[in-house]
Every structure is written in structure tokens, then in C-alpha cells.
């Protein structure tokens, strides 16, 4: 996890984002930094690679604008979901709770993910899942502060349809009314009831034209529980898997191209692993899993529901010096090196890091993701899916 200069250096530049720099902005994007410096302690960045991370990223963030009220309770906390005003209100008042609890992070997490009209563990797959990473982090690394910001976003994140689509009544379902997540996948990809629903492009921020379409809404609730969750640990590992296949075989034939959006899945789901073992109760292990899984499903749709053809990362030939997870790094670590004081891609390196801890607890030997992580370091030169002009596009069903 890094030397003991990093963590220093980490504490430090995380302390000083947690104070100076609001976690959303006014442009509906939020400030990333502490799960890039937490990502470079990972990969046992140095401090002058966390300096210049900080330093690349601190101009463009605002600071924070006071609240129209304070939050003094669970009853104010569940007033004002999903409200960005409030993010300032959010942040003091879990901060006062950590305060409270003596800084027992744990528990500050517990007291308020699994309680309450609305417990925010709903909240944790609000902003493409950002509560989840910063939540993961925060108990990895041992940091209260991540803890509280993770709160926070799950709070001014807070997705009402999403909450509504976990907490659907369903009917007991049989085992064989179960399938597996490629299988899900298949089916949803031609089914009508998404057809034409994107009229934006692809984009997460276009999710918002899926909820408001009931037809679609129902879809995904019945998808949803396709998955059989009744064994978290080996439905996380299902997930794995096909999460490379969402990130490394989804563009057209010899025209290699890696979605920004669809990126993010193999690192939700590292942050599931982590956080599984959190959660004692089967209940609350089953919203993690079911909800990460919807995660999958809306950024599958709102990617406008590429083809997934696995041959396209099997058919990847590993460089013989590279088949090692050690090769890998070193070579990521030399390439994205600082240079002239700024990193480079810090997406990038997330997801080589989720996909290296998920193939060290895959039952099948991490071949898989190894071979992803040769497939990034090889063929990735930019990411696509966010309607750049003149970039590479997935193989996309007319």
C-alpha cells in the first residue's frame, strides 16, 4: 500500500481537497481527487506523484457554497436526498457523527447505510457509483474522511429511481429462472423496449430518459432479478468476468476502443469485493450485489448496447516478458509515469488496478483480467463513449 512518505503525503493533499474543494460542481461533475490519490497510494505512487496529481487537479475545483440549512439529524438527513445544496450541510453533519463515534469509520458507515426511512446504502449507486468507490476506499485505506465524503454523495447522489427500482416487491423465483450475467446481457440487448430510448448519444447522463420511460423501467426491474444473488460471493465473481468482456470486447473488429463509461464497472465491482465482507446480514449483501448489477445494466443500455464479442480479447496475444502481473505493472508504472508534472490517465490506472485485485480472487486464476490489463496496456490510447468528436465507436447494433 506504499511507503510511509505516501501515506503522509496522501493524508495530507486528501485533507486539504476535503476542505478547500466541493465533491459536486456546478458543471454536474465532481471532484475525483481523493479516489485518484487513493489510487496512486495503491500502485505505490510516490509523493511527488501524488503532488502532481493534486496539482493537476486542484485548479479546475470550486470551493464549497454554504447550505440553505444545516442537517442536525437522520430526520434532516432523509429531507433533503439528492439535493446538491445541501452537500455542505451533508458533509458537517457526518463529519459531526464521525466526531461522535470516535472516529470509528465502521460504524459511522453501518449507522447510517443500513438505518433510517432510507438507508443510504441505496445511495451508494447514485453518481455512476461514485459513493461506492469513495466508501471502499475510505475502509481500505483506513481513512474516516473518505468515509464522510462517500456519505455525502450518497446523500446529494441519491437517485430516487433507483432506490425504487431495488426496493420493487418481486416474487420468489425459481432456479431456473436464473441466468448468467452474458446470458441477461444477450437478451436485453435485443429487446424493443430500448430501442430509440438514448436519443442523446451514449453517456450516463443521459440515464435520466431510461427512468422517465416505464416501459424501459419495468424492463430493467425484471432484468434485475434474472441474476441469482443467493450467493453473493460467487455472483460478484460472475461479474468479474464478464465485466472484462464490457471493457475489452465491445468495439468493431480491428478497431480497438475502450468506453470511459463501461470502464468503471470492473473498478465498481473491486469496490463490491471490498465492502462485501462490511455487511454481515445476507439481506444487505444481496442489495450490494443486486445493485451493483443495475449499475451494469444502465451503463450497458446507455452505451447504446454494443455487441459483446468475446474473441475479441481471447484472441489477444500476450508479449512472452509481460505474462506476469509484475510485467504489467511495470510497464504501466513506467508509461504513465509523472511526467512534466502531471500523471497521466488516472481512470487508466484504476482500472488496471480493480482489474489486478479482481484476478488475484478469481477461482480461475486471473487469466482473464490479465489478459485485459495486456489488452489496455497494448491497444488503449484514449477512451470513447462520451460523443467526442472523431473518436473510435463500439460496435453498435443499427
Same mark, same amino acid.
Given at each position: 500500500?506504499?511507503?510511509?512518505?505516501?501515506?503522509?503525503?496522501?493524508?495530507?493533499?486528501?485533507?486539504?481537497?476535503?476542505?478547500?474543494?466541493?465533491?459536486?460542481?456546478?458543471?454536474?461533475?465532481?471532484?475525483?481527487?481523493?479516489?485518484?490519490?487513493?489510487?496512486?497510494?495503491?500502485?505505490?505512487?510516490?509523493?511527488?506523484?501524488?503532488?502532481?496529481?493534486?496539482?493537476?487537479?486542484?485548479?479546475?475545483?470550486?470551493?464549497?457554497?454554504?447550505?440553505?440549512?444545516?442537517?442536525?439529524?437522520?430526520?434532516?438527513?432523509?429531507?433533503?436526498?439528492?439535493?446538491?445544496?445541501?452537500?455542505?450541510?451533508?458533509?458537517?453533519?457526518?463529519?459531526?457523527?464521525?466526531?461522535?463515534?470516535?472516529?470509528?469509520?465502521? &460504524?459511522? +458507515?453501518?449507522?447510517?447505510? !443500513?438505518?433510517?426511512?432510507?438507508? %443510504? @446504502?441505496?445511495?451508494?449507486?447514485?453518481? #455512476?457509483?461514485?459513493?461506492?468507490?469513495?466508501?471502499?476506499?475510505?475502509?481500505?485505506?483506513?481513512?474516516?474522511?473518505?468515509?464522510?465524503?462517500?456519505?455525502?454523495?450518497?446523500?446529494?447522489?441519491?437517485?430516487?429511481?433507483?432506490?425504487?427500482?431495488?426496493?420493487?416487491?418481486?416474487?420468489?423465483?425459481?432456479?431456473?429462472?436464473?441466468?448468467?450475467?452474458?446470458?441477461?446481457?444477450?437478451?436485453?440487448?435485443?429487446?424493443?423496449?430500448?430501442?430509440?430510448?438514448?436519443?442523446?448519444?451514449?453517456?450516463?447522463?443521459?440515464?435520466?430518459?431510461?427512468?422517465?420511460?416505464?416501459?424501459?423501467?419495468?424492463?430493467?426491474?425484471?432484468?434485475?432479478?434474472?441474476?441469482?444473488?443467493?450467493?453473493?460471493?460467487?455472483?460478484?465473481?460472475?461479474?468479474?468476468?464478464?465485466?472484462?468482456?464490457?471493457?475489452?470486447?465491445?468495439?468493431?473488429?480491428? &478497431?480497438? +476502443?475502450?468506453?470511459?463509461? !463501461?470502464?468503471?464497472?470492473?473498478? %465498481? @465491482?473491486?469496490?463490491?469485493?471490498?465492502? #462485501?465482507?462490511?455487511?454481515?446480514?445476507?439481506?444487505?449483501?444481496?442489495?450490494?450485489?443486486?445493485?451493483?448489477?443495475?449499475?451494469?445494466?444502465?451503463?450497458?443500455?446507455?452505451?447504446?448496447?454494443?455487441?459483446?464479442?468475446?474473441?475479441?480479447?481471447?484472441?489477444?496475444?500476450?508479449?512472452?516478458?509481460?505474462?506476469?502481473?509484475?510485467?504489467?505493472?511495470?510497464?504501466?508504472?513506467?508509461?504513465?509515469?509523472?511526467?512534466?508534472?502531471?500523471?497521466?490517465?488516472?481512470?487508466?490506472?484504476?482500472?488496471?488496478?480493480?482489474?489486478?485485485?479482481?484476478?488475484?480472487?478469481?477461482?480461475?486464476?486471473?487469466?482473464?483480467?490479465?489478459?485485459?490489463?495486456?489488452?489496455?496496456?497494448?491497444?488503449?490510447?484514449?477512451?470513447?463513449?462520451?460523443?467526442?468528436?472523431?473518436?473510435?465507436?463500439?460496435?453498435?447494433?443499427?
Amino acid at each position: 500500500m506504499g511507503h510511509n512518505s505516501s501515506r503522509a503525503a496522501f493524508d495530507g493533499f486528501l485533507a486539504k481537497t476535503h476542505v478547500e474543494h466541493a465533491l459536486t460542481q456546478p458543471d454536474d461533475s465532481h471532484n475525483d481527487l481523493p479516489t485518484f490519490l487513493a489510487t496512486a497510494v495503491f500502485l505505490d505512487g510516490t509523493p511527488d506523484d501524488l503532488r502532481a496529481i493534486y496539482e493537476s487537479q486542484q485548479s479546475r475545483l470550486l470551493s464549497w457554497s454554504p447550505s440553505p440549512e444545516n442537517i442536525t439529524d437522520k430526520e434532516g438527513r432523509a429531507q433533503f436526498l439528492g439535493d446538491e445544496r445541501f452537500q455542505r450541510a451533508y458533509l458537517t453533519y457526518f463529519s459531526m457523527e464521525n466526531g461522535r463515534m470516535a472516529g470509528n469509520a465502521r &460504524a459511522l +458507515a453501518m449507522s447510517h447505510l !443500513l438505518t433510517g426511512a432510507k438507508p %443510504l @446504502i441505496y445511495g451508494l449507486f447514485g453518481g #455512476l457509483g461514485r459513493p461506492l468507490i469513495f466508501l471502499s476506499d475510505g475502509m481500505e485505506l483506513r481513512t474516516a474522511v473518505m468515509v464522510v465524503e462517500s456519505l455525502t454523495l450518497a446523500a446529494v447522489d441519491w437517485t430516487e429511481p433507483i432506490y425504487e427500482i431495488l426496493t420493487s416487491p418481486q416474487a420468489p423465483r425459481q432456479a431456473q429462472d436464473f441466468f448468467l450475467p452474458g446470458e441477461i446481457i444477450g437478451r436485453l440487448a435485443y429487446d424493443g423496449r430500448f430501442s430509440g430510448i438514448m436519443k442523446s448519444g451514449p453517456g450516463f447522463s443521459g440515464v435520466t430518459q431510461i427512468f422517465t420511460n416505464m416501459a424501459a423501467k419495468a424492463a430493467i426491474v425484471d432484468y434485475l432479478h434474472q441474476l441469482d444473488c443467493r450467493d453473493p460471493i460467487d455472483t460478484l465473481q460472475d461479474l468479474s468476468r464478464y465485466s472484462v468482456l464490457l471493457l475489452c470486447a465491445t468495439h468493431k473488429p480491428s &478497431a480497438p +476502443a475502450f468506453d470511459f463509461y !463501461l470502464s468503471y464497472v470492473p473498478t %465498481l @465491482i473491486n469496490s463490491a469485493r471490498v465492502l #462485501l465482507v462490511e455487511f454481515e446480514e445476507p439481506h444487505h449483501q444481496v442489495v450490494l450485489i443486486r445493485g451493483l448489477w443495475l449499475l451494469m445494466i444502465l451503463l450497458y443500455i446507455t452505451q447504446l448496447r454494443p455487441v459483446v464479442d468475446p474473441e475479441l480479447l481471447y484472441s489477444v496475444s500476450m508479449a512472452p516478458q509481460n505474462l506476469s502481473w509484475g510485467g504489467i505493472l511495470e510497464q504501466f508504472q513506467r508509461r504513465d509515469a509523472v511526467t512534466q508534472g502531471a500523471p497521466r490517465d488516472m481512470q487508466l490506472l484504476r482500472t488496471l488496478r480493480s482489474l489486478w485485485e479482481l484476478g488475484k480472487t478469481d477461482g480461475e486464476g486471473g487469466r482473464l483480467h490479465l489478459q485485459a490489463a495486456w489488452k489496455l496496456f497494448s491497444q488503449w490510447t484514449k477512451w470513447t463513449g462520451r460523443e467526442g468528436e472523431r473518436e473510435e465507436t463500439l460496435n453498435i447494433r443499427i
